[in-house]
């Protein structure tokens, strides 16, 4: 999937993938990472998601990586922020108290440049590429991050009946890139309501991935 795709995607304003209010999901299910107040959590592909403000007003720390310098623009906008931009190799950093954000392609972010987090939330990130990318980018997450524990969330539907993004996800696909560094455990799944994009139904399910024993 060419960048192309998703930098139209923002400049027509083709957003319905843009929650308007936090993810209940996140609400309910943050407390099961553990994370004290002051926690840098990495959301990737995070566009200008309302989970960013829900989360600074909880009183984390906030790293992200996005595509789009519109979707960026917009974010630091709607939280009445004025970005400090500076150049981060070929990445663009926008950083406000308690935020950092880096625009350009993800798996141009480095550890270096990513810098320490205490975890990770994918809401859409592994759902919004398609299937060739997935193993790559769970492998460059896991890199990037030393395997910071995630909160992610997945969509599973029939996909010969819609074309993604986002993309079905199953149970198998999760485990076949994250299990061997992870212990998977799902902790909630729950059917759309009225189905994805309002064609297809869908299940939705919320994913801890915590280190796995033994592993550094």
């Not at 996140?26 to 990495?42: D, E, K, N, V, Y």
């Not at 398609?130 to 969330?153: D, G, K």
């Not at 994250?178 to 009225?194: H, K, L, N």
Request: aromatic residues 8%.
């Amino acid at each position: 999937m060419e960048a192309g795709f998703w930098h139209q995607k923002w400049q027509r304003g083709e957003i319905g993938f843009h929650n308007s209010e936090a993810n209940p999901l996140l609400t309910a299910h943050i407390c099961r990472l553990a994370l004290p107040r002051g926690s840098r959590i990495f959301l990737p592909l995070c566009g200008k998601t309302l989970d960013i403000a829900w989360l600074l007003a909880n009183g984390y720390r906030v790293v992200g990586a996005e595509l789009s310098a519109l979707a960026i623009t917009e974010l630091f906008s709607e939280l009445g922020l004025e970005p400090y931009i500076t150049h981060a190799g070929k990445l663009v950093r926008y950083s406000a108290q308690n935020i950092d954000i880096f625009v350009g392609d993800i798996f141009d972010v480095s550890a270096d440049s990513l810098g320490p987090v205490s975890a990770i939330y994918d809401r859409a990130a592994l759902i919004a590429l398609p299937s060739e990318m997935r193993r790559q980018y769970a492998s460059h997450l896991i890199t990037i991050t030393n395997a910071a524990p995630q909160l992610l969330i997945t969509l599973e539907y029939n996909q010969q009946l819609m074309d993604g993004p986002p993309f079905s996800v199953n149970a198998d696909e999760v485990r076949q890139h994250y299990s061997a560094t992870y212990q998977v455990t799902a902790v909630e799944s729950t059917d759309v309501e009225g189905g994805l994009k309002g064609k297809v139904t869908s299940t939705e399910t919320v994913w801890l991935l915590q280190k796995a024993s033994g592993q550094i």
